[in-house]
């Protein structure tokens, strides 16, 4: 079965940091791309950043570059969300989710859709305060 946790999320100012985590399990992902999705109270969730996990590549919303970084960590089959220069809109729940990518030879880029990401997990809340 498989498994996405979340957690570092909580409390912070704006202008600092905050590191989140995704603990995977219950498969191997090595063809799959891990992304990070945020949801505001009365907002859509939308992409946040996406990481392949084969390759390493990276991609992100414009809204985050150069603030936020996503890595991973196949060795703890973690994947983290660093997020620096926090804004108050940055506010949201945040979701680890995973979609396979390997297309028989290939790596796709990350989609930017929820729906197109099979595997979610509970969410961890990131509030930044004015």
């Known amino acids: 079965q498989v498994q996405l946790v979340e957690s570092g999320g909580g409390l912070v100012q704006a202008g600092g940091s905050l590191r989140l985590s995704c603990a995977a399990s219950?498969?191997?992902?090595?063809?799959?791309?891990m992304g990070w999705f945020r949801q505001a109270p009365g907002n859509e969730r939308e992409f946040v950043a996406a990481?392949?996990?084969?390759?390493?590549?990276?991609y992100y919303a414009d809204s985050v570059k150069g603030r936020f970084t996503i890595s991973r960590d196949s060795a703890k089959a973690t994947v983290y969300l660093h997020m620096n220069s926090l804004k108050p809109e940055d506010t949201a729940v945040y979701f680890c989710?995973?979609?396979?990518?390997?297309?028989?030879?290939?790596?796709?880029?990350?989609?930017?859709?929820?729906?197109?990401?099979?595997?979610w997990g509970q969410g961890t809340q990131v509030t930044v305060s004015s």
């Open positions: 219950g498969r191997a992902f090595s063809s799959f791309a």
């Open positions: 989710a995973a979609t396979p990518v390997y297309r028989g030879g290939y790596y796709a880029t990350p989609p930017h859709s929820e729906n197109e990401y099979n595997y």
């Open positions: 990481i392949t996990w084969s390759t390493g590549s990276t």
